[in-house]
Every structure is written in C-alpha cells, then in structure tokens.
C-alpha cells in the first residue's frame, strides 16, 4: 500500500471565506517503509498573507509572488498523488477542505474523504485526554523536532512520517521477537563427546567401609 504523509501550509484557516493554499509537502511511504520520494512546492495565493499566518511559517507575500498559481502544479500534484494512494495527515479534514478547495476551483474532481487518514483521531484515540499535537507526541515518542522552529509543509510531513510510524506500532515492531527466535535458531546442536570418570581403589574402599556401618539399609529390606 502507498501512503502520502503530508502537510499544509495556508493563509488561514477556512477556505470558503477566501483563505488560501501555499505550500504542499508530501512524503512517501510502501507498506510502512519510507521510500525517500517527497513532493515539495510553494503556491502564489493571489492574496496576501496575513501578519498572524506570517507568524506560524514565515512565508510572505513577497515571498510567494513569484511561485505557480495551484492550477499550474495541479496536474503534477495529482500525478504524484495517483488514484489510489492512502493520504495521511494530522487533523486532515483542515488539510482535506484546503487541497480539495483547489481542486474543485479549478474545475477537477476533488479527493473522496475515504482516501484521508487523520493521525490526530489514531493519537486520541490511542491516548485519550493527553495533549496531542504534533509536537506533543514528538515528545512523547521521541522523535526530533528541534529544527523546527516554524511550520513547514515538507518539515512536518517529515516529521509526521516518524510520528506515524510510532503511532503504527514502531520501527522495531517484532525486532525482540525476531532476534529471540535467531538465538534458538542457530543451528543444530553438536553431541558431546562421553567422558569418564573412574572411581579410585580409595574412594572404594572408603565407601565400602561406609556401607558396613549403617544399619537396615532400604535396599536390604
């Protein structure tokens, strides 16, 4: 199976009232291994970036004037994406309403809800009632997040590959269990070779005068 562990970067927080997509960082995975295949782009807005999303990660508009509209990229996006792979996110539906915005403002066919996994819902449910953030369960798992000092799309997809991983059942998922089964089977066990142990005239005599002094012994009744 291929998961897409991804991010989003915006210029807000809703779509539908004129917030728009800037950044995209995808990270590909195959049956739970990381390949090492990313996606990376930034997006023009056609807008500009508010001071309070500047804030979160640091992209402005001086920054994204120069970069493709997302009709530009959009067959390269969804070529990557393909048809049938698995897109993992944390708190999806945000990423979701975003990407399918697009989408459908451009007159494409957006991505059907079932094709999105929601690493927050996996962490809740694994960990209700503790803090779950993306840094939170870095923390909790100790995957290594120092380098991020602002949001970046690739960046946190990178990071929520690891987290994702841990959150699956870990990198070394049935190590102990393999290396024990390796130490009983290393290969057949070799036959000793008989040894001898004689008994001395000494050690016969000793126990001989032994045996005289006791008295009914069992093996006389």
Known sequence: MRELIFDTETTGFDPMTGDRLIEIGLVEMVEKSLTGSTYH??????????????????????FLKDKPVFSD????????????SVLVAHNADFDMRFINWELENAGRPIIH???????????????PGAANSL??????FGVNNTHRTLHGALMDAEILADVYIELLGGRQAGLDLAVEKAAFS?????????RSFPVS???????????????????MN
Not at 113 to 127: G, N, P, Q, S, Y
Not at 135 to 140: P, V
Not at 201 to 219: I, M
């Open 113 to 127: 809800a079932k094709r999105f996994v929601d690493t927050l819902a996996i962490a809740r449910t694994k960990f």
């Open 73 to 84: 990229i959009m067959d390269e996006f969804l070529e990557y994406v393909s048809d049938d």
């Open 201 to 219: 005239d000494e050690e016969l005599t000793a126990h001989q005068e032994f045996v005289k002094t006791l008295k009914n012994p069992v093996w």
């Open 186 to 194: 290393a290969g057949p066990k070799k036959q000793r070779e008989p």
């Open 41 to 62: 782009m930034y997006v023009n807005p056609e807008r500009d970036v508010p001071d309070s999303a500047f804030k979160v990660h640091g992209l402005s508009s001086d």
């Open 135 to 140: 840094d939170a369960l870095c923390r909790r």
